[in-house]
């Protein structure tokens, strides 16, 4: 059974910078999309950053781009999101996915994802 273990969430001041963790265990990951959302109280859950497990492909949402980055431990099965120059819009619970995809592609859409973590709040104050 798959099982994903996020961490890292907290609270920090708007400019400052977290680095979220997702420990995956359960099967090996190779041909499989792991992904961050987040969900904001009142909106929707939207795509953050993706990875391809085997490819190192990545795609970010366009909010975040250029302050985010994700990337993979193969070694130790997990996926990092470096979070930098955060701001008080980025508040919400992380969630980290894992879902079955091709050699490159990465996914986008919540749907396409399988297995889902618990979520960390990650709450930046202005």
């Known amino acids: 059974q798959v099982q994903l273990v996020e961490s890292g969430g907290g609270l920090v001041q708007a400019g400052g910078s977290l680095r979220l963790s997702c420990a995956a265990s359960?099967?090996?990951?190779?041909?499989?999309?792991m992904g961050w959302f987040r969900q904001a109280p009142g909106k929707e859950r939207e795509f953050v950053a993706g990875i391809s497990w085997s490819s190192g492909n990545t795609a970010y949402a366009d909010s975040v781009k250029g302050r985010f980055t994700i990337s993979r431990d193969a070694a130790k099965a997990t996926v990092h999101l470096q979070m930098n120059s955060l701001e008080a819009e980025d508040t919400a619970v992380y969630s980290c996915?894992?879902?079955?995809?091709?050699?490159?592609?990465?996914?986008?859409?919540?749907?396409?994802?399988?297995?889902w973590g618990q979520g960390t709040q990650v709450t930046v104050s202005s």
């Open positions: 359960g099967r090996t990951f190779s041909r499989y999309s």
């Open positions: 996915a894992a879902g079955p995809a091709s050699y490159t592609r990465v996914l986008r859409e919540a749907d396409e994802y399988a297995h």
